[in-house]
C-alpha cells in the first residue's frame, strides 16, 4: 500500500473536522475521495501532504512518515490543489525548473516528457509567461504539468476537473491512467461522480468527518442495499442519511 491512514483525527485548531479515519490507496490504482462539501476530503488532503498536523493516528506513504523522514516522505507526493498556487514573479518556465529542482530531477531528462505535456495541455508556446496572463483552467494545467512531471509514488487531486475544459479533462484523465499502469497510487477528491464511476477502482465515501463507506462499486452497491445502484444513487442516499439524522 502507498498510502496507508491510520485512526486518523484532526482539524484546525482544537476543533476535529476528520475523525479516526482507516482507508488506504493501494499502489496501482485510483481511488476516488468522495463526499458532501464539509465532509472533510481536503482537510484529509492537507493532513497527508503536512500542512495539518494530526490530533491522532498515523499517515504512511510506503515505510515512510513525515515524521520519520520528512524529505523522503514530502518527495513520494505529488499535489494538484484545488485551487492553483503559482508565484506571480515566475514565468511558466520557472516554475517547471524550481519543480525540477525540489524533486532533485535531472533536467536533461526532464525536459522531453515536459516539453510532451505542454504540447499536450497548449502550454508550448507560453514558458515566457506570467501567471497573470493565464486563465485559471491554464493555471490548472501548469500545476497539472508540475505534478506529473515527477516519479511520485503518490499523486494527490483535490477536484482537479474545476475550470477545465472538456480536452483539458480528457489529457488529464490519459495521465492519470499513465501513472496508474505505472504503478503509482492515485487518490483523487472530486464531485464529478461520471468520471469517477469511470476511472476509479475504489471509493473512499466521506460523511461527517468520518468514512461511511470503502470499496468499489460492486461493495458499495452491497453496502448501501443498491444492487443496481451508480455512484449518483450511492451519493444521493448517503446524503439522505445525513438528512435523516
Given at each position: 500500500?502507498?498510502?496507508?491512514?491510520?485512526?486518523?483525527?484532526?482539524?484546525?485548531?482544537a476543533?476535529?473536522?476528520?475523525k479516526?479515519?482507516?482507508?488506504?490507496a493501494?499502489?496501482?490504482?485510483?481511488?476516488?475521495?468522495?463526499?458532501?462539501?464539509?465532509?472533510?476530503?481536503?482537510?484529509?488532503?492537507?493532513?497527508?501532504?503536512?500542512?495539518?498536523?494530526?490530533?491522532?493516528?498515523?499517515?504512511?506513504?510506503?515505510?515512510?512518515?513525515?515524521?520519520?523522514?520528512?524529505?523522503?516522505?514530502?518527495?513520494?507526493?505529488a499535489?494538484?490543489?484545488?485551487t492553483?498556487?503559482?508565484?506571480?514573479?515566475?514565468?511558466?518556465?520557472?516554475?517547471?525548473?524550481?519543480?525540477?529542482?525540489?524533486?532533485?530531477?535531472?533536467?536533461?531528462?526532464t525536459?522531453?516528457?515536459?516539453?510532451?505535456?505542454?504540447?499536450?495541455?497548449?502550454?508550448?508556446?507560453?514558458?515566457?509567461?506570467?501567471?497573470?496572463?493565464?486563465?485559471?483552467?491554464?493555471?490548472q494545467?501548469?500545476?497539472?504539468?508540475?505534478?506529473?512531471?515527477?516519479?511520485?509514488?503518490?499523486?494527490?487531486?483535490?477536484?482537479?476537473?474545476?475550470?477545465?475544459?472538456p480536452?483539458?479533462?480528457?489529457?488529464?484523465?490519459?495521465?492519470?491512467?499513465?501513472?496508474?499502469?505505472?504503478?503509482?497510487?492515485?487518490?483523487?477528491?472530486?464531485?464529478i461522480?461520471?468520471?469517477?464511476?469511470?476511472?476509479?477502482?475504489?471509493?473512499?465515501?466521506?460523511?461527517?468527518?468520518?468514512?461511511?463507506?470503502?470499496g468499489?462499486?460492486?461493495?458499495?452497491?452491497?453496502?448501501?442495499?443498491?444492487?443496481?445502484?451508480?455512484?449518483?444513487?450511492?451519493y444521493?442516499?448517503?446524503?439522505?442519511?445525513?438528512?435523516?439524522?
Open positions: 500500500m502507498s498510502l496507508v491512514i491510520n485512526h486518523l483525527t484532526g482539524g484546525y485548531g476543533m476535529p473536522v476528520i479516526n479515519l482507516d482507508f488506504s493501494p499502489d496501482g490504482e485510483v481511488t476516488a475521495l468522495i463526499g458532501l462539501n464539509g465532509a472533510g476530503k481536503s482537510t484529509t488532503i492537507k493532513h497527508i501532504i503536512g500542512l495539518l498536523k494530526p490530533m491522532s493516528g498515523a499517515i504512511t506513504i510506503g515505510d515512510k512518515t513525515l515524521a520519520d523522514d520528512p524529505d523522503a516522505y514530502r518527495q513520494a507526493i499535489y494538484v490543489p484545488e492553483p498556487v503559482l508565484y506571480p514573479e515566475l514565468t511558466l518556465k520557472e516554475h517547471l525548473e524550481l519543480t525540477m529542482m525540489a524533486y532533485q530531477l535531472d533536467q536533461d531528462q525536459w522531453p516528457k515536459v516539453n510532451a505535456m505542454l504540447e499536450t495541455f497548449r502550454l508550448a508556446n507560453k514558458l515566457d509567461w506570467f501567471p497573470d496572463n493565464f486563465s485559471k483552467g491554464m493555471k494545467k501548469v500545476m497539472i504539468v508540475c505534478a506529473f512531471m515527477t516519479d511520485a509514488k503518490l499523486f494527490l487531486i483535490d477536484e482537479p476537473f474545476t475550470g477545465l475544459d480536452l483539458g479533462v480528457h489529457d488529464l484523465l490519459a495521465l492519470v491512467e499513465e501513472k496508474r499502469a505505472a504503478g503509482a497510487a492515485i487518490l483523487m477528491s472530486t464531485h461522480l461520471n468520471t469517477a464511476e469511470e476511472v476509479a477502482d475504489q471509493f473512499v465515501l466521506l460523511k461527517d468527518g468520518g468514512v461511511r463507506a470503502t468499489d462499486l460492486t461493495s458499495l452497491q452491497r453496502q448501501f442495499n443498491l444492487p443496481a445502484g451508480r455512484l449518483d444513487d450511492i444521493l442516499a448517503m446524503t439522505k442519511e445525513a438528512a435523516h439524522e
